[in-house]
């Protein structure tokens, strides 16, 4: 029986290298599957993946909406205090008064980007985007207000 | 035709017609030594990119490509840069064989190039014990690695050298016994009749599947001789940091980056004579056609050819399987290798003596 397992050891262990060897054999022939990416040069065509995180953004559709209710849910999320929610009361038509935002402020340069704040959102009202050229001159311009002026809450959001 | 044999020829015709015997023969030793340094430099150079760009393919990069059309230039840049660099040598450095050690592993590749032939006819020194030579002067290169481990006077440098004198010492035997099935094969040790042997047929072919398993052991124990990855134990970057040459810098690093590739370079050249019939064309036991057609390609773009393709077999080695423990490489070698190269020797020595093989 040891001779048994001694040649179904170096079987086991010449078949496995092989396969290894296949894998790597067909990334060398196969120049298709090169994922790497010139930057600078191919800046217009650039792909980046699908989970690539690089600032946080609020979308806004055609009509200026966002569905941020302003629940701090966010700001009670962040490890480090990036973001900043200032919420305002609205009157609705019905005269009752509703929270909404004022401004939700963004601190790129304390961001850790760590999508704890995307991930306790209840109505996915930010997202991460795939941004990275994000060097000013000036300190102050990395704290962005993600609410785009003149938005307001999308109808039936609570 | 112009061919390496001819110009060899026609160059000591001359040089004995011009000068007296014994100043033709030093003219020759200094041209011999001026191309050997030239193909060192020019190898280094090769190798490096070549390296480069095989794993940049492996995995899925596109490798250097700044310097140069492609980056091909990319490695001459570099050189440049280490040859501007400092030579360090640390404080409390044996300072003597601290400098001497990159020479030693220089000249042991140097020496290895002597007995084989590059071409048909055309080798530097056809000794009746080539394969003998080759495998006494290649367990020499542990000295110098041990010596540039020792002076450093740095654990890091100590662990590494002491790894790989571990790991040479063991896989000498299964590469000399690799080596020795095809010198029972053949019954000689020269190089040129060792290539001559294989005019109907490369060993690899003609020596039936106990060949086949002697070269694959050949080139495992080269590649942990050479301190290759898998086996680069003795460098292993994430325990080492550099291993033997950690204190090494600037053109003394170079040394040792070179001679690893020009290591790798002799071993796979021997490999190819032994195993792949070293210049001998491809030829098929009688098709005379056939053999006829292969002639016509020159016997130093074979020799190339088969070099390259073992080079590349190592370097994809190298980019695809994880490195060993110290246990695993010492297993690997005393619990697998040498046993079957062991029987494996011995069922060839039974296929040699009743004239099984072709």
């Known amino acids: ?158 | 035709m112009l061919s390496l044999e001819s110009i060899t020829k026609t160059t000591q015709d001359w040089l004995l017609a011009k000068f007296s015997p014994q100043i033709a023969l030093t003219i020759e030793c200094v041209i011999v030594i001026l191309l050997a340094i030239t193909l060192f430099a020019v190898l280094g150079l090769v190798l490096v990119l070549l390296e480069r760009k095989v794993a940049a393919r492996i995995q899925i990069r596109l490798g250097p490509n700044r310097v140069g059309p492609g980056g091909i230039f990319q490695t001459a840049a570099d050189t440049l840069k280490l040859i501007m660099k400092e030579g360090l040598t640390p404080d409390t450095a044996d300072k003597f064989l601290f400098n001497l050690a990159p020479f030693v592993v220089m000249m042991v590749a140097m020496l290895l190039l002597a007995p084989i032939a590059f071409a048909k006819n055309f080798q530097i020194w056809d000794i009746n014990i080539g394969v003998l030579y080759i495998s006494s002067i290649s367990s020499l290169s542990v000295i110098g690695i041990l010596m540039a481990g020792w002076a450093s006077n740095n654990k890091y440098s100590l662990l590494g050298a002491m790894r790989s004198g571990a790991q040479i010492v063991s896989y000498e035997l299964s590469a000399g016994f690799a080596v020795l099935t095809i010198v029972v094969l053949t019954g000689s040790l020269q190089i040129s009749e060792i290539v001559a042997s294989q005019e109907n047929g490369w060993w690899l072919f003609k020596g039936h599947i106990p060949v086949v398993i002697a070269f694959v052991l050949y080139i495992i124990a080269v590649t942990a001789e050479t301190n290759r990855a898998p086996f680069d134990l003795a460098e292993a970057e994430s325990e080492l940091t550099a291993g033997f040459h950690t204190e090494y810098s600037g053109m003394k690093f170079a040394l040792f980056f070179l001679a690893e590739y020009i290591n790798i370079f002799i071993v796979c050249t021997i490999g190819a004579t032994l195993f792949l019939g070293g210049w001998m064309p491809l030829h098929i036991g009688h098709w005379e056609g056939f053999n006829h057609i292969m002639d016509f390609i020159p016997s130093s773009v074979w020799f190339m050819g088969k070099t390259f393709f073992l080079i590349f077999l190592i370097m994809w080695f190298r980019w695809t399987f994880p490195r060993l423990r110290v246990d695993q490489l010492l297993n690997l070698e005393w619990k697998y290798l040498l046993p079957i190269s062991l029987f494996n020797l011995l069922l060839v020595t039974v296929i040699a003596i009743m004239g099984w093989h072709f």
């Open chain 1, 1 to 158: 029986m040891f001779l048994k397992d001694y040649i179904s050891d170096v079987y086991n262990g010449v078949t496995s290298l092989l396969k290894g060897m296949r894998k790597t054999g067909y990334y060398f022939t196969h120049s298709k599957e090169i994922i790497t990416e010139q930057y600078p040069d191919n800046r217009a065509t650039l792909k980046l993946a699908d989970r690539f995180k690089g600032e946080v953004v609020m979308p806004h559709d055609e009509q200026n909406e966002h569905t941020c209710t302003g629940c701090t849910a966010c700001e009670l999320a962040c490890p480090n205090g990036t973001i900043k929610i200032i919420t305002k009361f609205e009157m609705t038509p019905e005269g009752k008064k509703k929270k909404a935002i004022d401004s939700f402020i963004y601190r790129l340069e304390m961001c850790t980007l760590c999508n704890l704040c995307v991930a306790a959102c209840p109505s996915d009202a930010i997202k991460m985007a795939p941004n990275f050229e994000h060097s000013v001159f000036d300190r102050s311009k990395l704290t962005k207000i993600l609410n785009k002026p003149g938005s307001k809450i999308k109808e039936g959001v609570e």
